[in-house]
């Protein structure tokens, strides 16, 4: 469980870098990606999880 908090927390901060280091206009549109990641990598672990 602590590998799936881990992976999901780790997909929303490092799709978020990469929006800012690819030139996001602003840190709200770049943690909106990150969103996007965090909810997916979410869908992802939990029909994973037997």
């Known amino acids: ?3 799936d908090l881990l992976l ?3 997909a929303f901060v490092a799709v978020t ?5 690819l030139g996001a206009p602003n840190t ?3 943690a909106s990606y990150g ?7 979410t869908v992802l672990v ?3 999880r037997p």
């Open 1 to 3: 469980m602590r590998v």
């Open 35 to 41: 969103v996007v990641a965090f909810a997916f990598t």
């Open 8 to 10: 999901i927390v780790g």
């Open 46 to 48: 939990i029909v994973k």
């Open 17 to 21: 870098l990469v929006a800012e280091l």
């Open 28 to 30: 709200g549109q770049a």
